[in-house]
């Protein structure tokens, strides 16, 4: 992965390439958007060199420019300290910050335009406002969410892979077994590539909580592979292994103690249109508590042009814990979307009022322990279509 990931940079820094291959994961840039995007474009890379024939690959000794693939963390370089479980796996396995792409190295609205440009989007199918320029050259997307066409805007003949599963990563480990297993080598990739091996292992174990009956993110699709890529890791013990990943990640997730508010409202947010929606690793009740919280979720609203936010906490401190809090400066339409919210029935949120009270804001307990900020988006853009 070293070798890939820095004679990658080399390449797009010298614009050394024929046709660029960008896969890019999803604006919170969390460990599973990262590590979709890493290990999927560096798949591709690998797919293309098995393909080549010995007169091709002799072309390459002697400066024949070729395709790139290039995984895009999107998100800014100065946050990444931010995702501290991304910060944590990565280093584990020996991928530093300086060897990583970031979306505001380059100008990628302007990089697509100078050659020939096919995009993978990992870990989300609806792009950001920011991001609608790559709608023409989207080749494929693979994503965990439902689905959601209101903003398709992609060609006819776009390859999409999206199914409800617990995990991106799940449907990249599958897509890449498929795609090897035309070529005869179902298992060849991951045989020869053990670290991307464990960094997928790792990703479906956090993000599953190791398969959680409380939590209930687990699928069977996600259970199915990780037991294939156990076998591939011929694990002794697989029980005992994936609760001590569960631990280091969950750890290093909610070491969260020195982030000040407005850093912990960057560290994994969505921005639906002029909704701001970061979700915490602690719950929103601790968030509210930190010195100026209020005053950086406006600052939060102000920069990024949106009028109102949407926090999403949660514990797993003594057993699985999530709330949820309504913040604006015009009370009437913070109000009205806390009703809308409240009222929702697919799936029912079951956000109950409590005793706290903050300045124009609503909080809520969440009773449906089940519901993540996946479950919250579509009732989003439902009352965004009817405020």
Known sequence: MEDYLSTTVSNLRSAYYSTLNLTIGNETSNLDSTVSSLVYSKFLHWQLSQLKCGICKKADKIGYKDHIFVPVLNGHREEYELKTEVVSCLNEYGISKEMLIFRNDYDLQELVTKTKTNVVLVDHHTLAIKDKFFAPYVTEIIDHRPIDKTEWAYRDDTRSTIETVGSCCTLVAQRIMDMSAVMAKKVEFFETHPLCTQLLHSTIILDTVNFSKEVKKGTPHDLEIVTFLEGIMKIENPEAERECKLTRLLEARTNVS????????????????????????????????????????????????????????????????????????????????????????????QLTSTDLQYPNTCYFNQLYLGASRKQYIPAVNAFLQNP
């Open 258 to 349: 020195r982030l000040t508010a407005a850093q912990l409202l960057k560290k994994d947010v969505k921005i639906v249109k002029e909704v701001y929606v970061p979700s915490f690793p602690i719950l929103v009740e601790e968030f509210l508590s930190k010195p100026e919280a209020l005053t950086a979720v406006s600052e939060a609203l102000k920069s990024s042009g949106c009028s109102l936010a949407l926090l999403l906490g949660m514990s797993l401190q003594n057993g699985l814990k999530r709330d949820a809090a309504i913040c604006g400066s015009e009370h009437d339409k913070t109000a009205k979307l806390a009703k809308f919210l409240q009222d929702w029935s697919a799936p029912s949120l």
